[in-house]
């Protein structure tokens, strides 16, 4: 399975961003996928995630971003999306997406690693 991420950019505070995340080498839904990101000299930091395969399709936000952001999927195009509005300086980081087939979005939360990652996409808030 290989990842793509893209959609980073630059934005203002108060702005909105949509990252996407696509997936070849197999069905995005058989998948849990999930978003982290990673500021500069800050640990990484899960912050959204779909459930896939046999789950209860459950969605997961960690407490920065819920109210704020939006993940969702698209099986037709094998891509998972995450909309991000209200966007603040501290949201800026370089932003991953991941998916396993074992690790659910619960155990991602928790620290268990994804076997699947793709390369990063800048996501910069300024004015």
């Known amino acids: 399975v290989q990842l793509q991420a893209s959609g980073g950019g630059l934005v203002q505070p108060g702005g909105s961003l949509r990252l996407s995340c696509a997936v070849s080498?197999?069905?995005?839904?058989?998948?849990?996928v999930g978003w982290a990101r990673q500021a500069q000299d800050k640990e990484r930091e899960w912050i959204s995630c779909i459930s896939g395969g046999d789950s209860d399709g459950s969605i997961l936000y960690s407490d920065s971003v819920k109210g704020r952001f939006t993940i969702s999927r698209d099986n037709a195009k094998n891509t998972v999306y995450l909309q991000m509005n209200s966007l603040k300086p501290e949201d800026a980081a370089v932003y991953y997406c991941?998916?396993?087939?074992?690790?659910?979005?619960?155990?991602?939360?928790?620290?268990?690693?994804?076997?699947?990652w793709g390369k990063g996409t800048q996501v910069t808030v300024s004015s």
């Open positions: 991941a998916a396993d087939r074992v690790v659910s979005c619960h155990g991602a939360f928790r620290g268990f690693e994804m076997d699947y």
């Open positions: 080498g197999g069905a995005a839904d058989y998948y849990a």
